[in-house]
T-cell receptor, first 112, second 113 residues
């Protein structure tokens, strides 16, 4: 089955700086990669996703990049703000399979 | 908009007890799933269902049963609770197709003593 590794487990950045979270996956058949954000005490929510036919996708201050050859993808948050503090989960899945495999999560703390 | 509703929010069980975590969605989603969230281990899939009458196992199914008699409801049953099942449980639903956004319930914090 798919195995998704996520690094780092914790990350602290100064407000206004950029944050990068990296994930690697094992199954070359995976072709869909979403990112979920979970604020403290709340439910996870989708913030951005990317399909394997695209190398990069942006949505305002967040972007995701995908390197299919190396089987890794990353979340980039620019101009970080206090409300970006949360746990972020990457995930990998296959359009022919309904299962999503999640990474272990990264706790991002924005220092004012 | 109710979305995905889980009950209860908190539960304490004694070892060996059984219970059912309830999950209901009002979005007519075909796909529903249960995850457990443990520190340092992310979200792990327990069971999932692609429609009424159809269920399948995820990564960590042992000790749990599910059924899907209606589109709306997907209860998770703990047969004989063990301390290793202490966790936060999330139910999620989405339309068919892995690219569809998963909507999560608010979670159930379960402690087994």
């Amino acid at each position: 089955g798919e195995n998704v590794e996520q690094h780092p487990s914790t990350l602290s950045v100064q407000e206004g700086d950029s944050a990068v979270i990296k994930c690697t996956y094992s199954d070359s058949a995976s072709n869909y990669f979403p990112w979920y954000k979970q604020e403290l005490g709340k439910r996870p929510q989708l913030i951005i996703d990317i399909r394997s036919n695209v190398g990069e996708k942006k949505d305002q201050r967040i972007a995701v990049t995908l390197n299919k050859t190396a089987k890794h993808f990353s979340l980039h948050i620019t101009e970080t703000q206090p409300e970006d503090s949360a746990v972020y989960f990457c995930a990998a899945g296959n359009f022919g399979n309904e299962k999503l495999t999640f990474g272990t999560g990264t706790r991002l703390t924005i220092i004012p | 908009n109710a979305g995905v509703t889980q009950t209860p929010k908190f539960q304490v069980l004694k070892t060996g007890q059984s219970m059912t975590l309830q999950c209901a969605q009002d979005m007519n989603h075909e796909y529903m799933s249960w995850y457990r969230q443990d520190p340092g281990m992310g979200l792990r899939l327990i069971h999932y269902s692609v429609g009424a009458g159809i269920t399948d196992q995820g990564e960590v199914p042992n000790g749990y049963n599910v059924s899907r008699s209606t589109t709306e409801d997907f209860p998770l049953r703990l047969l004989s609770a063990a301390p290793s099942q202490t966790s936060v449980y999330f139910c999620a639903s989405r339309r068919q197709g892995i690219q569809a956004e998963a909507f999560f319930g608010q979670g159930t914090r379960l402690t087994v003593v």
